[in-house]
């Protein structure tokens, strides 16, 4: 159900998405974030629109630890960042990571080729139903998304609301 | 480090298909995040000083996403960008898949259709739309050709490619040069098509507010461009 791609520009490197419905310890989850505890991405699924915004935030996020510029502190809290149309970080976290009342969590693991017992270290901390990644279309939240990027009727005419959204995700920083 | 990073796009990019060797770029076509893509990968200019070809370079690429996005927002097709990699000047793009060039179209259309003129209409028209509402976000192309526009398969819906040149001005003599641009490789690429030029400009001249003080400074680049021929 969890879906996994590898990152063509870092072949060691692959992105895991796993999505949960029904959690009941999201506070728990993002105290354990907080505290470092967790080696993955605790992400609030209703701004995204699809799990490709997600691999273009991981892939930006391992280019920019490679060459030493990340924004924030880890390799998570800058796929977060780079979801996020804006520079501030703590906006970013309140948007796109979990909340304590959430009920739904996407968890992103970026793994080098050879650590696959993660993904079960992680999903067992998760007190919730994993559903198929897919379902991520159904939980987002277009008219929010519109607002936050701030994508137009006119936008939406010459591509879709993904487009809009990864366009404005890999240049944030010349904008 | 940064070095590390380059290395990892020109890894990707030796084992891609080489589409286009430009004398700035070169175009690959490359598997990104699972979904087809272009890569533009400007490389240095050996004659030029590396400090002022690294920021000539490095400024190229942050105009070419800038317009791109600027053309999107105004409802202006161009391909999405997927990622901007500034140490090794790499552009990700989505691939249009399936389009033809306009320029291949209209060859095309010359080559087998009875009446040519008269079936490239249409295209002539939505050209001149597109160029309209491009120059009235003040987004100057810089490159204009019938190769920098693509019609996407089965559709009339043009798209508009390869920002490199691109800049943003209001001015309608950089409007005027930029049409100037695309009639010299238009007429020269594409015997016989005056009138369908003529068509182009005329939805150009209806689809834009502004189009008056563009069209006055064409002739008057015109002119100019003339003059110089007849000098020698
Ligand atoms: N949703 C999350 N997923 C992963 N890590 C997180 C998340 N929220 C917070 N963190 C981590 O905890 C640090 C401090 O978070 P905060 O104090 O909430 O801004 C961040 O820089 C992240 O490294």
């Given at each position: 159900?969890?879906?996994?791609?590898?990152?063509?520009?870092?072949?060691d490197?692959?992105?895991?998405?796993?999505?949960?419905?029904?959690?009941?310890?999201?506070?728990e989850l993002?105290?354990?974030?907080?505290e470092?505890?967790?080696?993955?991405?605790?992400?609030?699924?209703?701004?995204?629109v699809?799990?490709?915004?997600?691999?273009?935030?991981?892939?930006?996020?391992?280019?920019?630890?490679?060459?030493?510029?990340?924004?924030?502190?880890?390799?998570?809290?800058?796929?977060?960042?780079?979801?996020?149309?804006?520079?501030?970080i703590?906006?970013?976290?309140?948007r796109?990571?979990?909340?304590?009342?959430?009920?739904?969590?996407?968890?992103?693991?970026v793994?080098?080729?050879?650590?696959?017992?993660?993904l079960?270290?992680?999903?067992?901390?998760?007190?919730?139903?994993?559903?198929?990644?897919?379902?991520?279309?159904?939980?987002?939240?277009?008219?929010?998304?519109?607002k936050?990027?701030?994508?137009?009727?006119?936008?939406?005419?010459?591509?879709?609301?993904?487009d809009?959204?990864?366009?404005?995700?890999?240049?944030k920083?010349?904008m | 480090?940064?070095?590390?990073?380059?290395?990892?796009?020109?890894?990707?990019?030796?084992?891609?298909?080489?589409?286009?060797?430009g004398a700035?770029?070169?175009?690959?076509?490359?598997?990104?995040?699972?979904?087809?893509?272009?890569?533009?990968q400007?490389?240095?200019?050996?004659?030029r000083?590396?400090?002022?070809?690294?920021?000539?370079t490095?400024?190229?690429?942050?105009?070419?996403?800038?317009?791109?996005?600027?053309?999107?927002?105004?409802?202006?097709?161009?391909?999405?960008?997927?990622?901007?990699?500034?140490?090794?000047?790499?552009?990700?793009?989505?691939?249009i898949?399936?389009?033809?060039?306009?320029?291949?179209?209209?060859?095309?259309?010359q080559?087998?259709?009875?009446n040519?003129?008269r079936?490239?209409?249409?295209l002539?028209?939505?050209?001149?739309q597109?160029?309209?509402?491009?120059?009235?976000?003040?987004?100057?192309?810089?490159?204009?050709?019938?190769?920098?526009?693509?019609?996407?398969?089965?559709?009339?819906?043009?798209?508009?490619?390869?920002?490199?040149?691109?800049?943003?001005?209001?001015?309608?003599?950089?409007?005027?040069?930029d049409?100037?641009?695309?009639?010299?490789?238009?007429?020269?690429?594409?015997?016989?098509?005056?009138?369908?030029?003529?068509?182009?400009?005329?939805?150009?001249?209806?689809?834009?507010?502004?189009?008056p003080?563009?069209?006055?400074?064409?002739?008057?680049?015109r002119?100019?461009?003339?003059?110089?021929?007849?000098?020698?």
């Amino acid at each position: 159900m969890h879906v996994t791609q590898s990152l063509e520009l870092f072949p060691d490197h692959k992105v895991t998405q796993v999505l949960f419905r029904d959690v009941k310890n999201a506070a728990e989850l993002r105290q354990s974030a907080v505290e470092g505890k967790i080696n993955g991405a605790l992400i609030n699924p209703t701004m995204l629109v699809h799990p490709f915004q997600v691999l273009v935030a991981a892939n930006k996020a391992v280019h920019l630890d490679k060459i030493g510029k990340m924004k924030t502190r880890s390799l998570y809290s800058e796929v977060i960042f780079n979801l996020s149309p804006t520079n501030n970080i703590s906006e970013a976290f309140k948007r796109f990571g979990i909340s304590d009342g959430d009920d739904c969590v996407l968890v992103v693991l970026v793994q080098s080729t050879d650590e696959s017992q993660l993904l079960e270290e992680i999903t067992a901390k998760v007190d919730g139903r994993q559903v198929p990644v897919e379902e991520i279309s159904s939980l987002s939240d277009p008219a929010k998304i519109k607002k936050l990027y701030k994508v137009s009727p006119l936008e939406e005419k010459c591509g879709t609301l993904l487009d809009a959204v990864v366009c404005r995700m890999a240049t944030k920083d010349v904008m | 480090m940064a070095e590390e990073s380059s290395m990892a796009a020109a890894e990707l990019l030796r084992q891609a298909e080489l589409l286009k060797q430009g004398a700035e770029a070169r175009l690959y076509r490359a598997v990104f995040l699972g979904r087809p893509a272009v890569v533009k990968q400007r490389f240095p200019k050996r004659y030029r000083h590396p400090v002022l070809d690294e920021r000539l370079t490095h400024r190229r690429t942050v105009q070419e996403v800038r317009s791109i996005l600027r053309c999107r927002k105004a409802g202006i097709s161009a391909p999405v960008v997927y990622f901007v990699d500034y140490t090794s000047h790499c552009i990700f793009l989505e691939e249009i898949v399936g389009s033809v060039t306009v320029r291949d179209h209209i060859a095309s259309t010359q080559e087998t259709h009875p009446n040519p003129e008269r079936e490239l209409e249409p295209l002539a028209d939505g050209m001149g739309q597109i160029l309209a509402r491009m120059h009235d976000e003040d987004v100057i192309h810089g490159d204009l050709t019938t190769s920098n526009m693509l019609l996407r398969s089965g559709a009339s819906d043009l798209v508009l490619i390869d920002f490199g040149l691109s800049y943003i001005s209001a001015l309608p003599e950089d409007k005027g040069v930029d049409l100037y641009v695309l009639e010299k490789a238009f007429l020269s690429t594409h015997p016989n098509t005056e009138a369908l030029f003529d068509k182009l400009l005329k939805s150009y001249a209806a689809a834009s507010k502004k189009s008056p003080a563009v069209i006055k400074k064409l002739d008057e680049v015109r002119l100019r461009g003339r003059k110089r021929s007849m000098v020698g």
